[in-house]
C-alpha cells in the first residue's frame, strides 16, 4: 500500500490535529487556565510559608472575634461588641448605599447636561459647558474634601438647627427625618405600591407593543388618561389653592379650595383647557409669586448693605425675629420654585394636542395608579402609619434616621464628577445620530422634546451604554475615597481599622477584592443586558 508524500498514517492524522485551529485554541485555554493556577498556588504557597516563618496565624477565624470599635453610620444594628464579620457586611451595605443613590443621580444629571450641552439657549450651552470642564478638570478626591468641609461650615449647630416642615432638621451633624415604623401596615402599604409599579409597567409594555403594531395607544388607555388628567389637575390645583390660602391669609379653608379645584378640573376636561392653565398661573402667582417678591424687594437694601444677615431683620422689623423671617424669605422663594415645577407638571400633563395621547403612554395614568392605589389602601384599611421623629436630647438629636455630612458629601461629590463625564457620552452619543434622523422627526411634526425622547435618544443608547457602563464601575469604585472624609465604607472599616486591629492583610484585601469584583461583575452583566435589548436590529 503506497503512501502520499512518504508520510505514514500516524503521521498525517498527527500533522492534521495539530494544524486544527479548534484543537490549538482549546490547547491554549488549557494551557493558560493552568499556569494561572499554578501561579496562584505558588504565590499563596510562598505567602503561607513566609507567614510561618514570622509565627503570624492565617485563615478566616478572625471573622467571628470582637471588634472592639464603633462604627458612626451602619444600616444594620453595629455595637462594639460585633464581631469582624458584622463589619465586613457594614462596609458592603454602605457602599451599595453610595453606589446605588449615586449611580442614578448621576444618570439624571449626566443626561442633563449632556442635552444641555447641545441648547440652542447659549446661557445653558455655556453654564452645561462650564460644570464639564471645571468638574472632569479637578481631581476628585479635592471635590469631596471641598463638599465636606463646606456641609460642615454652612449648616447651623444642633443648638441652631433648621427645622423644616415634616420634622425634618438639618444641622452641621447631617440631615435628620423621621423614621417609619417596619410593622405589618407599613410593609402592607409598600407591598400596594410595588403592586403598582409593576401594573403600570405592565400596562405600558403592552399598550407600546400595541401602538408598534396597529399605530396608536389602545382606546382604553386614551379613555383612561382623559379622567386622570383630570384627577391630576384637581390636585395639583387644590394644593396650589391651599397654599395661596396659608401664604396671603394665614389660614385655609378646604371647602373653597375644593371647590376652585374642582372648577379647574372641570375646565381642563373642555376644549377651553388653556383657562384652567391661566387659572394654575393665577393661582401660583398669587400664593407664591407675589409674597416671595414682596419679601424679596424689601430685603434688598439690608442685603446690598450689610449683606445676608440683616436680611430676616429687615423683614421681621426686630432683631429677635431675624432668623425666623430669614427663613421665612427662602421658604417662600423655595415655595415658588415648588409651585412652577407643579406647572410645568400640569402642562406636560394636559398636552396641547389631544392625539398625541395616541403615540405615547400617559404620564397622568402612571401617576394615579402609582400614587393613587397605595393612598386609596391607606384609607380604606384604616392603617396607621408610625413615624419615629428625631428629637433634641441633651447635645443631639435622638430618633428618626440621620444621614451624617460625610455620607451627603460623598454622594454629591461623586454625582457631579461622575455625571461631567455621563454628560460628554451622552453628548458624543447624540451627535453621533444622522442628523437626517431629526430632520425625519421634524416633518413628521414631533416637538423638540418627542424627537429627542423617540428617535434621537434611542438611536444614541448603542452608543451610549458601553461607555456608561465604564462610568458606573468608576462610580462604585471610587466610593472607596470615602475613607479619606470619614466615610465608613468598606475600605475605611475594614481595610482600614479591621486590618489595622486583626493584621490578616491577604485574607481581608481578598475578600474586598471579592467583593469590588463582585460589583463590577454584576453591573456589567446587567449592563450588557440592557444594551441587548436597546441595540439596533437590522433588517
Do not use: C
Request: hydrophobic share 55%; no cysteine.
Amino acid at each position: 500500500m503506497s503512501v502520499e508524500n512518504g508520510a505514514s498514517p500516524r503521521a498525517q492524522t498527527a500533522s492534521s490535529i495539530l494544524n486544527n485551529p479548534t484543537v490549538r485554541a482549546v490547547f491554549y485555554q488549557v494551557a493558560l487556565v493552568i499556569s494561572v493556577v499554578v501561579l496562584f498556588w505558588w504565590l499563596w504557597s510562598n505567602a503561607m510559608q513566609n507567614l510561618a516563618l514570622q509565627n503570624k496565624a492565617t485563615g478566616f477565624g478572625f471573622l467571628n472575634q470582637v471588634s472592639g470599635f464603633n462604627i458612626s453610620f451602619a444600616l444594620i444594628p453595629f455595637e462594639r461588641t460585633s464581631s469582624y464579620l458584622t463589619v465586613y457586611f457594614v462596609g458592603i451595605l454602605n457602599t451599595l448605599l453610595v453606589a446605588a443613590i449615586g449611580i442614578v443621580l448621576a444618570t439624571i444629571l449626566g443626561f442633563t447636561m449632556g442635552i444641555a450641552r447641545l441648547s440652542k439657549n447659549v446661557l445653558i450651552r455655556g453654564f452645561a459647558a462650564v460644570y464639564v470642564e471645571l468638574t472632569r478638570n479637578t481631581p476628585l478626591l479635592l471635590q469631596l474634601i471641598f463638599w465636606y468641609f463646606l456641609s460642615l461650615n454652612a449648616f447651623p449647630p444642633v443648638r441652631q438647627s433648621w427645622e423644616l416642615p415634616g420634622s425634618i432638621v438639618v444641622n452641621q451633624r447631617g440631615l435628620s427625618f423621621p423614621a417609619p415604623a417596619f410593622d405589618g401596615p407599613f410593609l402592607l402599604l409598600v407591598a400596594v405600591a410595588l403592586l403598582a409599579v409593576v401594573i403600570v409597567f405592565v400596562m405600558r409594555r403592552w399598550a407600546m407593543k400595541a401602538r408598534d403594531v396597529s399605530g396608536t395607544i389602545p382606546s382604553g388607555i386614551v379613555t383612561a388618561a382623559h379622567y386622570t388628567d383630570v384627577i391630576v389637575v384637581f390636585a395639583i390645583a387644590w394644593l396650589l389653592a391651599l397654599f395661596a390660602q396659608v401664604m396671603i391669609l394665614g389660614e385655609a379653608n378646604t371647602i373653597a379650595s375644593t371647590l376652585t379645584a374642582a372648577v379647574i378640573a372641570a375646565v381642563s376636561a373642555t376644549r377651553y383647557e388653556r383657562l384652567a392653565r391661566l387659572a394654575i398661573i393665577a393661582l401660583v402667582v398669587v400664593g407664591a409669586g407675589v409674597p416671595a417678591m414682596l419679601a424679596a424687594l424689601s430685603a434688598l437694601p439690608a442685603f446690598l448693605s450689610n449683606g445676608f444677615d440683616a436680611v430676616g431683620a429687615a423683614i421681621g422689623g426686630t432683631q429677635g425675629l431675624e432668623a425666623d423671617a430669614g427663613r421665612t424669605v427662602i421658604a417662600r422663594v423655595l415655595a415658588f420654585v415648588l409651585a412652577a415645577a407643579a406647572i410645568w407638571h400640569a402642562f406636560r400633563t394636559i398636552p396641547e394636542k389631544r392625539g398625541s395621547r395616541n403615540l405615547r403612554f400617559p404620564v397622568s395614568l402612571s401617576v394615579v395608579l402609582i400614587v393613587g392605589l397605595p393612598t386609596l389602601f391607606y384609607f380604606l384599611s384604616g392603617a396607621e402609619l408610625a413615624f419615629d421623629p428625631p428629637e433634641l436630647q441633651g447635645f443631639n438629636f435622638r430618633g428618626g434616621w440621620t444621614a451624617p455630612p460625610e455620607l451627603t458629601a460623598l454622594i454629591f461629590g461623586l454625582v457631579v464628577y461622575t455625571a461631567a463625564f455621563i454628560a460628554e457620552i451622552v453628548r458624543a452619543g447624540i451627535q453621533a445620530v444622522n442628523y437626517g434622523q431629526t430632520e425625519a422627526a421634524a416633518s413628521l411634526g414631533l416637538k423638540d422634546g418627542d424627537r429627542l425622547r423617540l428617535v434621537i435618544i434611542p438611536q444614541a443608547q448603542r452608543i451610549i451604554v458601553p461607555p456608561l457602563t465604564s462610568q458606573y464601575l468608576n462610580l462604585t469604585k471610587n466610593s472607596s475615597l470615602g475613607a479619606a472624609i470619614g466615610f465608613p465604607e468598606l475600605v475605611n472599616v475594614f481595610v482600614g481599622t479591621a486590618l489595622n486591629q486583626s493584621g490578616r492583610a491577604i485574607e481581608i484585601i481578598g475578600m474586598t477584592m471579592l467583593v469590588y469584583l463582585t460589583f463590577s461583575l454584576a453591573t456589567s452583566l446587567f449592563m450588557n443586558w440592557y444594551n441587548a435589548r436597546v441595540a439596533l436590529v437590522e433588517r
